[in-house]
Structure formats: structure tokens, C-alpha cells
């Protein structure tokens, strides 16, 4: 793989994931409230507001990208380059994954703010 690839790869794998956490739709313990479904798409646009590849994010690609280009010097069938795009790729998806993650966290907790019993 051509380092060039590299920041349209990663691009595609944020896309991939931009809202998958935003767009999450709990679960209530009863039946919904009338004010549900506008509290839901409240809790999600604040969940939407947080950018996906903060500053946790490019942390993990630029450790993933350092440890990827010490294992790939360190093997004589690779080359730092490659081991750090790789490294980079995985360390970005993991981050991205978090956010997702903190995401549909903020929803939750938002909905149980808003008095909705949420149970996962």
C-alpha cells in the first residue's frame, strides 16, 4: 500500500463511523413518553455535535503509527513506512471507535436526564 493512500483510507474509516454512536435508539424500560421521540432526536444532535476525530483520536494514530514503525524496522521483511501506515490505520480506527462509543453514551445519559428510563 502506497502512502498515499494513507489519509483517504483513514478518511473512509471515520466516514464509515461518523454517526453510528449519534444515530444510537436505546431502550426503554416501558413505554415511551410523547416527548420521546423529539427528546431522542434532541440527545442525538448533541451526540452528532462531538467531533469524531478529536484530539484522543489522532493521540492513538500517532502512537500507532510510531509503535507500527518500530515493529516494521525491527522485521527484516518489512519497512518502517509500511509498519507505520498500518500502525496509523489501526491506531485512527480504534480512536474512532471510542468516539463512537462516547456517542452513544451521550445519548443515554442525556435521555436519563431527561427523566426516560434507558436501559441500554
Known sequence: MKPTYLPLLLAAILAACADS???YRPILDGTPTPAYEADLAACQ???RDQRAF????AAAAVLGAG???LLGAADDDADAAG???????AGGTAGAVNANDRRQEIVIECLRGRGHLVVG
Open 83 to 89: 509498519g507505520a501506515i498500518v500502525g496509523a490505520l
Open 54 to 57: 478529536d484530539q484522543e483520536t
Open 21 to 23: 454512536g449519534a444515530n
Open 45 to 47: 444532535q448533541l451526540a
Open 67 to 69: 509503535a507500527g514503525a
